[in-house]
């Protein structure tokens, strides 16, 4: 199975700061069709997840810009340009690469 | 509007089974591959188990496989997960999610409010 490790496990940043969080995944994630199978997702308290970014870089429709998502092979980074008070939440990768479709432990992301 | 709605979910002991149920609307639920994913009390993300949109493959958790089996009627929009010797482990809230996209995997981008199960003496 593919061990997904997110880094940190929580993170406390300022309003308008940056926010960066990595996962690192312990098979490549880049196939022939030239994609990471890999995606993030945000989950806020009583409320299921939601899927940010696919394809590793490729942002969801209707996620905001302050989103994006970088990396390649088994090193994978998501970053928020300037948090916004809605942005606290648990976030998670996932690798879909081959089943069991495993995510990371999850990184909870608060205001400092 | 896409709508996942589980149900089937309740307290249950100790090697007996429960069958969760999934319906879904608002989209062309034959064209989709399906998951069950769980998050136990206060904990991560579980991918459980999968299934492609004829039910021609079929993916499960190491921690579940041979208990549980999953399967799907399309002609009633339904997802389900048959559960059997169920263990305490498995008490968590278990999501139904829609793989986006088709014929290819691109994560989960839509999902239900979940179902609980509760494995308990």
């Known amino acids: 199975d593919i061990v997904m490790t997110q880094s940190p496990d929580s993170l406390a940043v300022s309003l308008g700061e940056r926010a960066t969080i990595n996962c690192k995944s312990s098979?490549?994630?880049?196939?022939?069709?030239?994609?990471?199978?890999l995606a993030w997702y945000q989950q806020k308290p009583g409320q299921p997840p939601k899927l940010l970014i696919y394809?590793?870089?490729t942002r969801e429709s209707g996620v905001p810009d302050r989103f994006s998502g970088s990396g390649s092979g088994t090193d994978f980074t998501l970053t928020i340009s300037s948090l916004q008070a809605e942005d606290v939440a648990v976030y998670y990768c996932?690798?879909?690469?081959?089943?069991?479709?495993?995510f990371g432990q999850g990184t909870k992301l608060e205001f400092k | 509007e896409v709508q996942l709605v589980e149900s089937g979910g309740g307290l249950v002991q100790p090697g007996k089974s429960l069958r969760l149920s999934c319906t879904a609307s608002?989209?062309?639920?034959?064209?989709?591959?399906m998951h069950w994913v769980r998050q136990a009390p206060g904990k991560g993300l579980e991918w459980v188990s999968g299934?492609?949109?004829?039910?021609?493959?079929?993916g499960y958790a190491d921690s579940v496989k041979g208990r549980f089996t999953i399967s799907r009627d399309n002609a009633k929009n339904s997802l389900y997960l048959q559960m059997s010797s169920l263990r305490t482990e498995d008490t968590a809230l278990y999501y139904c999610?829609?793989?986006?996209?088709?014929?290819?995997?691109?994560?989960?981008?839509?999902w239900g409010q979940g179902t609980l199960v509760i494995v308990s003496s």
């Open positions: 098979q490549i994630l880049f196939s022939s069709s030239n994609e990471d199978y």
């Open positions: 999610a829609k793989e986006r996209g088709v014929g290819a995997t691109q994560g989960f981008d839509y």
């Open positions: 608002g989209f062309t639920f034959d064209d989709c591959a």
């Open positions: 394809w590793a870089s």
């Open positions: 299934i492609s949109w004829n039910s021609g493959n079929k």
């Open positions: 996932q690798q879909y690469y081959s089943t069991p479709y495993t």
